[in-house]
């Protein structure tokens, strides 16, 4: 099925759509992909995060989420200081 109509216009997405595209660099020439500057990601260099759910006060998230973009790490990098300096204890 076409992607557009006569006037062009798009239609709707499917899931049977979504399951035939294929990556920007299977499809698209190599000269075409440095112009726009596509890169394909390399391997993760680090240990993957842990996804987890933190209940916190909310002015205590909107204190954190005030230092602006990058929290989430500062506040890790927080955890990280006081678990070195005996502040909190690892089990």
Sequence with gaps: MPMTDADGEVREITAEDLAAFRPAHEVLPAGLQATLGVRRR???KEPTKA???LR????IL???KATGPGWQTRVNDALRADIR????RAA
């Design 42 to 44: 390399g391997p993760q």
């Design 51 to 53: 996804v987890t759910t």
């Design 56 to 59: 916190l006060d909310p002015d």
């Design 62 to 64: 909107a204190a954190l």
């Design 85 to 88: 300096a005996g502040r909190i």
